[in-house]
């Protein structure tokens, strides 16, 4: 894809690079590091960050690239299929966005791409699906990205569509309810 | 699962189709039951009366919520009511209205309609009015009783209103709208079709006070003059204006002069049945209103081809176009305006009888998109037409072609055969089905108030009925 940004891990040394590329080109992308609670780091596109409004604003407030910047509440790996999104997604014009109405949300399609992006997740070794969804949803939530948090929410309501509540409960591992709480459910 | 916000929640359950996979939800555990019974509370239906009485008795039910009897404040989860089915709206009452907003219900409410609830009065209204602070529509269309004074009472609590359907209320008039205009800066999208008291004053009075406003329904005003038709035109925000049926629109817009500081907007414009409506009211319509895309000229008589080359000047913009009982349109006319609007997706020219082959030839080359194609009562046109159309046969959608007596059976199943993608074929009256009872046995049912003979002309191929056809004439 053509319009795929550019994306850098450089989790293993842990270090900033931002110095560095602004030196070695003539045009300077404007980068920035993010580093997650459990110690990654990522290097990425100014315009790939800002698909998060979360980032977003934070550009706004502080004018200018701020120092490696910690993020809290978001896992490595979740961070790392935050940015595999947005460099996907970052020169897109008509993304989800908050203002679409109820409907035009519930009846678009998930394209081809996502799909394949989800199922990635879903495939994560050993560990139960739908915890990597959720755990994703809510990093998406915190960074407020419209499009993923409508892809990831899609991809869930699809996991459970169908399904008696007996399932579901399996699905989100809810305990089943005593008796007296299942009457309150009822009313 | 702990941590989800309950916003998430609601976004998950939100792209849930069916209502019975809400509800499963809601008997998972508590706060996927707030969540998802929020969704199934926030636009509740009803089709019938028990439907209605069943909802009254849960919302009453739930007033002080923790009562024994449920869980949850059911009524303040209530976002849009619509009490417009059929038979229901005759069956609603003030008293029911009383009970519905008494329940909760007006706590979050934004849009109720009530249109063609006859048997409302202005109490309904002003307890709406008072009771309801964040509603942004209100449709209460067709209440006949509805009074100037009652309307013009409550607007003023009702500053964040956003759409307003007054359409047939017939008592209201000036005063209401500019009551509405001083209080509802807000406003986006007013109908007053059928109100015959509402004047120039009023409709000018709404587009100065409200700069965001978009969508104005004026048909059939019979007091409304050129004079109104200035502001109306320079209004910004404007995409969307019928006029259709204002008797007294005899010039449109005002000549000479009509200068307006900016092109408008407008994309949608009904000017049905304004038979005096000339050809230089087009020309300065349509130098004001270039993007165009919808317009409506049926029963507008007096016009030549000479408006159609006018029209040609909205070229692209140009979507749909309907020109039915424009019975002064010749080939020539039609010609320019195909050539120069190639982007039109419907085109109706019923009863346009002067149009022959050699136009109906053009319409294909010139406009490859073409969906929809009237040329109802086309009396000149032959199988030669039809075979022009073919070129048409992956996109024509549908086709009427009813009182076309020339056609034959041999074109129309050639048509069938090549635009495969044809779910809607009109064929009443012509003489070619007419003879063969056979044919017309896959027609669809002729609506109920056709008289004995009406039902023998009557031949209209929808749904698998195309297909049925089809595959029988083959």
Same mark, same amino acid.
């Given at each position: ?59 706004? %407030?502080?004018? #200018? ?12 790996? $979740?961070? /790392?299929? !935050?940015? *595999? ?58 960074? %407020?990205?419209? #499009? ?12 459970? $569509?169908? /399904?008696? !509540?007996? *399932? ?20 | ?474």
């Amino acid at each position: 894809m053509f319009h795929r940004a550019n994306l850098r891990n450089n989790s293993k040394n842990g270090r900033s690079q931002v110095g560095q590329n602004r030196n070695s080109k003539k045009k300077p992308v404007a980068k920035l590091t993010l580093i997650t609670e459990d110690n990654e780091s990522f290097t990425v596109c100014k315009k790939v960050a800002e698909m998060s409004m979360f980032f977003k604003n934070m550009l706004q %407030d502080t004018e #200018g690239i701020p120092a490696p910047f910690i993020v809290p509440n978001v896992s490595g790996y $979740d961070l /790392k299929k !935050i940015i *595999e999104y947005c460099s996907y997604h970052c020169l897109d014009t008509d993304c989800p966005n908050d203002n679409d109405s109820l409907r035009s949300r519930r009846d678009r399609k998930i394209g081809h791409w996502d799909e394949t992006f989800v199922r990635n997740i879903i495939n994560k070794d050993g560990d139960p699906v739908i915890d990597n969804l959720v755990g994703l949803t809510k990093a998406a939530y915190f960074l %407020d990205i419209p #499009g993923l948090i409508w892809l990831m929410t899609k991809s869930i309501a699809n996991t459970i $569509d169908p /399904k008696p !509540i007996a *399932e579901i409960r399996e699905i989100f591992n809810v305990p089943v309810p005593s008796e007296r709480e299942e009457e309150i459910l009822q009313r | 699962l702990d941590t989800i916000p309950n916003e998430l929640l609601a976004h998950i359950f939100s792209h849930l189709r069916s209502p019975a996979d809400l509800y499963a939800c809601a008997h998972v555990c508590r706060r996927f039951t707030l969540s998802a019974l929020t969704l199934v509370y926030a636009r509740p239906s009803f089709a019938s009366r028990d439907a209605l009485a069943g909802f009254l008795d849960t919302v009453t039910a739930a007033v002080n919520p923790p009562t024994p009897r449920s869980t949850f404040a059911y009524g303040t989860m209530v976002r849009r009511l619509a009490l417009t089915a059929e038979p229901l709206r005759l069956y609603v009452s003030d008293a029911m209205i009383l009970r519905l907003l008494s329940a909760g219900t007006n706590v979050r409410l934004e849009k109720i309609s009530l249109a063609g609830c006859r048997f409302l009065t202005d109490e309904s209204v002003t307890l709406i009015a008072t009771l309801c602070r964040t509603l942004i529509g209100l449709d209460i269309s067709d209440i006949i009783e509805l009074t100037d004074a009652a309307l013009t009472a409550v607007i003023p609590t009702l500053p964040p209103l956003q759409t307003l359907n007054l359409n047939g209320c017939v008592h209201i008039s000036d005063s209401t709208l500019l009551r509405v205009a001083a209080q509802c800066p807000a406003l986006r999208r007013i109908r007053v079709a059928r109100c015959a008291l509402v004047s120039d004053v009023g409709v000018a009075a709404i587009v100065n006070a409200c700069p965001r406003i978009a969508e104005m329904d004026l048909e059939g005003l019979p007091i409304l003059t050129p004079a109104a038709m200035a502001p109306v035109l320079s209004a910004l925000a404007l995409r969307e204006l019928n006029l259709a049926s204002c008797a007294a629109l005899l010039t449109l817009p005002p000549r000479p002069p009509f200068t307006a500081p900016d092109p408008s907007l407008l994309r949608t414009l009904n000017l049905t049945g304004l038979v005096a409506l000339e050809d230089p009211a087009v020309l300065v319509l349509v130098n004001h209103c270039p993007r165009i895309r919808t317009l409506v000229l049926t029963r507008c008589a007096a016009l030549s081809d000479m408006a159609m080359t006018h029209l040609g000047r909205l070229g692209k913009s140009l979507q749909s176009l309907h020109l039915g009982h424009c019975v002064r349109l010749t080939d020539v006319g039609l010609k320019k305006l195909v050539k120069s609007c190639g982007r039109l997706r419907y085109l109706d020219l019923s009863s346009c009888y002067l149009i022959t082959d050699k136009s109906v030839h053009e319409i294909p080359l010139s406009c490859p998109k073409l969906r929809r194609l009237g040329l109802v009562k086309c009396r000149a046109i032959t199988d030669q037409s039809i075979y022009s159309l073919l070129r048409l046969h992956s996109t024509l959608e549908r086709a009427h072609l009813s009182y076309c007596t020339l056609l034959s059976l041999s074109a129309i199943m050639a048509l069938l055969n090549v635009c495969r993608n044809i779910t809607h074929l009109t064929l009443t009256g012509c003489p070619c089905v007419l003879a063969r009872p056979d044919v017309q046995a896959f027609s669809k049912p002729a609506p109920a108030e056709f008289s004995e003979g009406q039902r023998g002309m009557f031949c209209v191929f929808g749904g698998g009925g195309v297909g049925g056809v089809r595959d029988y004439l083959n």
